[in-house]
Structures are given as C-alpha cells and as structure tokens.
C-alpha cells in the first residue's frame, strides 16, 4: 500500500484584480461595473486543491505438485488536483493451472474483473480559470455565483469557474469482465495441440447532470443525460504444433484456425429536463418534465458486429542448423469488407543461411556469427475498417425536411455507399539482409534492403449521384512502394569485470513514393 499528494509544481502566474486595474488605468482604460465589483480572485486557486491518492494491494497464492493458484485485489483511490474530480478502481483477478495425465495435459483459466468510477468536470473549466477576470468575487452578495449574463452564451463562452464545477456533475462508471482459458495436450511425442479462449465484457455507463442554475443549459431547469453500452469481444484460436528432428534434418509444423467477433455499441441514451428538484441528478429521469418543443438527446449509439477469421500454416525446415527454409499461408476473412472480396490469400517463404558454420569459415576466428536471409511475404490489412466500411448506410440528412401529419421532420437519406467489391489492403515485402557478429561480440549488426509495395489501399473516393445515391465511395483506389535500406551497428570496444563501454549506430535511408491514388471503379 502506498498513499501519495498532488500539486501543480510550476503555475501560470495571472494579474491580480488590483494589477489588472492599474495596467488598465495607465493605459486609459476601465472596466464597467459587471466587469469590476472591487475583487482580487485567484481563480486558479478556487478550482484546484492538492490531490491525495492511496493505492492498497493483497495478494496471495498457492498450488501443489500438479496445480497452482493466485488472486489478487486492488484498490486505487485519485483525488484529482481540480476540484470535484477524481477516479476510483477496484480490480480482482485469479488464476488456476492444472496439470493432468503426467503433464500431457495443461489446463489454465484467468479472471479479471475491475470496476472504474470517473468523476469529471466540464471542459470549459481549463480556459475559464485562467481567462475569467479576477476583478470579480466567486459570489454576489446573496450566495449565489457571480456570473456575467452578456457573455454567458453557448458552451464554449465565458463563465464563472467555481460554478461550472459546482453546478455540473459529470460521472463515468465502467465494468470490465475478462476471463480467458487455454489448454495444451501433447498428443504424440512432438506433436502438440493448443486452445485458447477468451471473452471480455466491458459495460459504459455515461451520466452527466446540468443543475437549474448551470450556465450551460440555462432555461432547461435542470438537464439530465444518460447512456449505457455494452461492448464485447470473443475469441477462439486452436492448433496443432509439430516439431521432430531426424537426424540432420529438422521440421517444425504448425497448423491452425482462429475466430474473433467483436459486438461494440450495444446500448442506449437518453435525456430529460425541466425537474422539479436537483436532489435526484440522473438517477430518475422519469421525473422530468418536457414540453412540445423537447428534443430528447438519443446520441449517436449504434450496435456494430466485426468478426475475423483466420486457417494458417506454417513449415520451418533446417538442415544442420546451416540451411534454414520456411514458408506460411494464411487465408484470412473479414466482415468488413464486401461481400466479393471479404477472403484474402497471404503467402510468404523465407530463407536462411548460416555461413559461419560452413566448414571453410572454421579458420576464419574473428567471425563469430554471419547469417544471409532472404524472404518475400504478403500480408493483408483490416486494421482501421469498422462493420459498416462496405455497407450502404442511411442517416439524418442536414437541412432536408419533409412534411408529415402536421409537423416538419428531418430527411433520411443515404450517407455512405455500399460496395461489394471492397477488399483487403495488400502488402508485398521483398527482403534481403545479412546479420553479422565478430571479433568476440564487440561488432555486431544487421544490413536490411527491402522493397514493400501495398496495393488495393482503401480511401474515399468522389463519385457520380447518377451512379451512386451517395457521392463519395469507399474503395480500393491507391498504391504505395516504400524502398529503403537499413544498417544497425552495435559495439562494445571496452568490457571488463566492472566497466562496459557500449555504442549502438542506426543508419537508414527510404523512398515513399504513391504510384497510384485513383482506379476505375
């Protein structure tokens, strides 16, 4: 356990009141009355505070001679150096191993849950402590906050700090659930089987409340908001892993399958306002009391499905330890893409030459290590792409209405094409490179000349309303080489009992040129 404080080490020295004045008065100036009510307020010192945190921990495990336990418990506890802000965390985790069948079987499953509070502040406290203008109190004379009503327009203007933190309630709470499991079962001398599964579970939930005499939503008579999401992930992944060596010669063998799904978005939001009483914050937006003109603020949550799957393989094959070959395949899916193209075939081979161990370098003494490589592989990107990256989507369209039972609504219309033919980036990697270790270690390095062109890059692209019913089309539309060499240079000139002088050189040089940034579609 551990407890620890806060302060701002280096503030921003603003004007006092008094300074401000004189500066004012030297120059011919003065404020108006709303403006100056006889204050010197440090508003930096009203909203901030020193910040106390303690963090506590228990652990504690055990096994026998087949199995193992442990759990744990943590509580952390942050006192934000802003006033009314801060966070909270309990985190709980286990874990168990068992070993079965004279260790031919292992079996292992981890749980982690932890549960996170965040209180927050609205932003527009940061600018408006050091730009509110301290010739003002914090309150009239009746208690309540000194606010200028000419200026305080919108959520970005100009209001009193300590009543943005006072009359605002922002609260984040997230539940986070993981647990994952893997087994290991050696099926034959050399050939195992492994599996892993995991499942995490992450509930949002977003809270804010606006009170009657916020300056952010002023007339609303107290402003609730709420949303709850839900985001999971599930993944499986199995396969068999073969490793025999016969005589000089080795195999290694993998085959394998994986599966992700990842459901985000899952939820809802709602808002209200007009309530008779703060009292309740968001906890029962039931009781607000909205009129005809009420909009009720729903957001922008939207349930989206993205799922990868995965068949790969690999073979490494060595002869002496001086021959070195391996080559993979991948096919992989992604629901990302069109429903055309949503399957990608990556290939790659590589090879490898020990030279150091070739029996006519056996005189040459200053070389410990030489190895010559050499491989050309491709690979597919889905990263960045979301469910809806392909598909025809329809949403609220800006300044269109129509008229229906007596009441304008807003259009709905298409705001992203769909395409079909979408399909996975691509990239092709030529390598060739020498890795190099000599006189005893003290010079050692790597030489790399590679050649990368990525085809099939995905951007938006303008298209036809005649052809389309939206304007711009997601597709495949560029290409991109990237062409370069590396030297990395690692030397140790001086090593002794105590002392070690080491000295690391990267030298690297790279062309990127876009070859293509539009196709015909």
Known sequence: AYAAS???????????????????????????????????????????????????NLNFNGGGENSSYGASLNYFDNEGIIKNSGLERFIARANMEQRLFNNRLKLNINLTNSNTTNDRIATQVYNNMFTYLPTVSVYNADGTFYEDPTRTTGTGGYYNPV??????????????????????????????????????????????????????????????????????????????NYDKTFGSHGLKLLAGYSWQENRN???????????????????????????????????????????????????????????????????????????????????????????????????????????????????????????????????????????????????IGPIQNDNPNLKWERTATLNIGLDFSLFKNKLSGTLDVYNKKTTDLIAPYQVSTTQY??????????????????????????????FSWNTAINLSHNKNEITSISNDL
Not at 230 to 235: A, D, R, Y
Not at 488 to 498: A, D, E, F, I, M
């Open 163 to 240: 009543a943005l933190l006072e009359n605002n309630t922002y609260q984040g709470k997230t539940n986070l659930y993981l647990i994952n499991g893997s087994a290991k079962v050696n099926i034959l001398n050399g050939l195992d089987f492994n599996a892993m599964v995991s499942m995490q579970n992450e509930q949002i939930n977003e809270n804010l409340y606006n009170n009657r005499y916020s300056m952010l939503r002023q007339g609303f008579n107290g402003y609730a908001e709420r949303s709850s999401v839900k985001n999971t992930q599930k993944v499986f992944e199995g396969y068999f």
């Open 469 to 498: 019913p939206f304007n711009v089309l997601t597709a495949n539309v560029g290409e991109m080489t990237n062409k370069g060499i590396e030297l990395s240079l690692n030397t140790t000139p001086v090593r002794t009992g105590n």
């Open 265 to 411: 978005g899952d939820g809802f939001q709602t808002s209200g306002q007009n309530f008779v009483s703060d009292d309740l914050l968001w906890n029962n937006i039931g009781l607000s009391n909205g009129n005809g003109s009420t909009v009720v603020n729903y957001g922008s949550i939207y349930i989206s499905t993205l799922r990868l799957i995965s068949f790969y393989g690999r073979a490494i094959y060595d002869y002496k330890g001086k021959y070195l070959l391996q080559a993979t395949i991948r096919r992989d899916g992604s629901s990302a893409f069109g429903v055309n193209n949503r399957w990608g075939m990556f290939p790659s081979v590589s090879a490898g030459w020990n030279i150091d161990r070739e029996s006519f370098m056996s005189n040459v003494s200053f070389v410990d290590n030489l190895k010559l490589r050499a491989g050309y592989g491709v690979s597919g990107n889905s990263v960045g792409f979301d469910a809806y990256t392909a598909r025809l989507v329809y949403g609220a369209q800006s300044g269109s209405y129509f008229y229906s039972n007596g009441k304008w609504l807003t259009a």
């Open 6 to 56: 806060e302060t701002i080490s280096n503030t921003i020295q603003m004007a006092t009141g008094d300074q401000l004045r004189t500066y004012l008065k030297d120059n011919g100036k003065v404020l108006d009355k709303i403006s100056d009510n006889g204050s010197n307020t440090n508003w930096l010192d009203e909203v901030t505070r020193t910040g106390f945190s303690h963090n506590h």
